[in-house]
């Protein structure tokens, strides 16, 4: 890897940074990976360890209250790790990629909580301006705020990307080959810790037998993620009318029934508020 | 607590019907609400996120346009006044802020000074629910669909997943953060509270939510693999672990052992979740080079 493709890594790293607080339209590890193979001239490699990172990291990134390991630092230093081992888009070079960005995104993960205790800063600063009743002074701020959020994953992937090479080709040299193949393996286990984050947030009880219904058209009919979407989108439309027409007949049903009734639903709303204590 | 607390928001926001907070553009003009929507897509919220009063000073960036238009002519003790307004607590979702911006500049254009207080209230009111919405659509189910046929691309090295994933995520996100600006703006506060909006709202979830867990049936097929290579000797036959499951349902452990994993995060916070990471690596290859799995 020369100085040249380790710097415009980093600059690369410094613009998701920046997207990742602002604009929001990179984020994640399939859209921050493909450049990184672009300047490293192994766009298939890339493509692949992004992909898998895609689906490990599907969840992740919007937990409220506690800081996500980091997924930007993380595709883009695990991109170059497999990309510049010279094991390519083999299963071992993808596992090995996987492996460096886990490490990287735990290791960065720390620096982004230090990176918020910074920006605490700004807020005696935004007072500050506002006493002035300057409107444009706010953008001062902002400026700063850019810059900041650009170096804090510029230079630590500098650092990683230009120094791996030679600890990475080490150690991958070091580790047995059937270990290396194995930890292959296992990777591809991972897209399940993924989807089930992802699980967690949609999952209702209810909602079982339409995961079953994806499952089906996958294994059995062997659909892929498209066609599979357009299904699923036309079926669930349908089902939302046919739950429309059957709320509407249970509300004629129940307007019949309840009329002159209003003073019990006061006392239901009642009872509702000391649910909620 | 909180219940109480948005019952008062919420018979605030009931007051402010009266008074028809509706954008009418006789202040404000086309082009300041193109600019509030420009400096929330170029700045974000997340860039001067503080801990105590979170997202404030990029709502206060993003909605200063229209604020020096309202306050062009106004003594500095007014326009301190309205920064200070908007650098009360404020913590929404990117897009969804859209038209929390909208529907306070409507307010701020039609509200006398002394009844400010409305735009704090429909703020406050607005930006939990909206947040809600925002996450459960924009940043899990959308984020999630458009990742998944991206990476079914990437897998094969098809330079095209990327490119899909960028425009299916981005087309939908930033319509709706533009849109949410300019129609948060004209149709004002009853937009999200008449009830035929929340309706609409919630069949977007739905829907969302339905087609989402769809998808993800479709990708624990796709993309989980688990193959056991064990072979167990019966007599001269030899029977294959995996050929025996697949007669049962194919992709059977796939699906197990993500249903585990995801009744596992009932117990296990969520903040350990980097290392079960490590933990299938660890183990899965410790079976692998034992041979149990292939």
């Keep these: ?277 | 607590m909180n219940k109480k607390e948005d019952k008062v928001i919420e018979k605030e926001l009931k007051d402010n019907k009266n008074t028809q907070n509706k954008g009418t553009y006789q202040k404000i003009t086309r082009s300041d609400l193109n600019k509030i929507y420009w400096r929330l897509q170029i700045f974000g919220l997340g860039l001067t996120a503080t801990n105590d009063n979170m997202q404030a000073i990029g709502f206060l960036t993003a909605i200063t346009p229209a604020l020096k238009r309202l306050y062009a002519k106004a003594d500095v003790k007014t326009r301190v006044k309205a920064m200070q307004r908007h650098l009360a607590m404020f913590l929404s979702q990117n897009t969804a802020t859209g038209m929390i911006l909208g529907i306070t500049t409507a307010i701020e254009e039609t509200t006398n000074e002394d009844e400010k207080e409305a735009v704090v209230a429909v703020k406050a009111g607005m930006m939990g629910p909206l947040a809600g919405i925002g996450d459960s659509v924009f940043k899990i189910t959308i984020q999630a669909i458009a990742g998944s046929i991206g990476a079914a691309y990437a897998l094969k090295g098809n330079f095209l997943g990327p490119i899909l994933m960028f425009l299916i995520y981005n087309a939908i996100n930033i319509f709706i953060k533009y849109y949410g600006v300019i129609a948060g703006y004209e149709k004002g506060i009853q937009y999200i509270q008449s009830g035929e909006q929340a309706k609409v709202l919630q069949k977007i979830i739905n829907i969302a939510t339905m087609v989402g867990v769809i998808v993800l049936g479709s990708l624990i097929a796709q993309y989980v693999k688990i193959n056991v290579g064990t072979a167990i000797k019966a007599g001269k036959s030899v029977i294959k672990v995996q050929k025996l499951l697949d007669n049962i349902m194919p992709k059977l452990l796939p699906l197990l052992f993500t249903i585990f994993l995801y009744k596992l995060q009932d117990v296990m916070p969520r903040k350990y979740m980097i290392w079960l990471i490590f933990g299938i690596l660890a183990i899965g290859t410790v079976l692998a080079v034992a041979g149990i799995l292939v």
């Design chain 1, 1 to 277: 890897m020369s100085f040249m493709q380790a710097l415009l890594i980093a600059l690369w790293a410094g613009y998701c940074s920046y997207d990742d607080e602002g604009p929001q339209m990179l984020r994640r590890p399939l859209l921050v990976g493909p450049l990184v193979g672009l300047i490293l001239g192994d766009m298939k490699t890339a493509l692949i360890v992004s992909g898998t990172l895609e689906l490990m990291w599907m969840g992740l990134g919007n937990m409220a209250g506690y800081q996500t390991p980091d997924m930007i630092v993380g595709t883009i230093v695990g991109v170059s790790v497999s990309i510049t081992s010279g094991t390519g888009a083999t299963p071992q070079g993808i596992a090995a990629g996987v492996a460096a960005a886990t490490t990287v995104a735990v290791l960065v993960q720390q620096l982004l909580l230090f990176a918020r205790f910074v920006r605490q800063l700004f807020e005696p600063w935004a007072d500050k301006i506002a006493l002035t009743g300057n409107f444009d002074g706010i953008m001062k701020i902002n400026i700063v705020a850019v810059i900041f959020q650009f170096l804090l994953r510029a230079i630590p992937t500098f650092l990683v990307v230009f120094f791996q090479k030679g600890v990475v080709d080490k150690i991958l040299a070091v580790i047995p080959k059937n270990i290396l193949s194995g930890l292959g393996v296992a990777a591809s286990i991972l897209p399940a810790v993924g989807l089930a984050i992802l699980m967690t947030m949609m999952m209702k009880p209810s909602l079982w037998p339409f995961l079953i219904l994806g499952f089906v058209l996958s294994t059995y009919l062997k659909l892929g993620v498209l066609p599979v979407t357009l299904i699923a989108l036309s079926f669930s439309v349908i089902y939302m009318f046919l739950m429309e027409i059957m709320d509407t007949q249970k509300e004629q049903q129940t307007i019949k029934s309840n009329t002159g009734q209003s003073d019990n639903n006061n006392s239901s709303d009642e009872d509702d508020e000391e649910y909620d204590l």
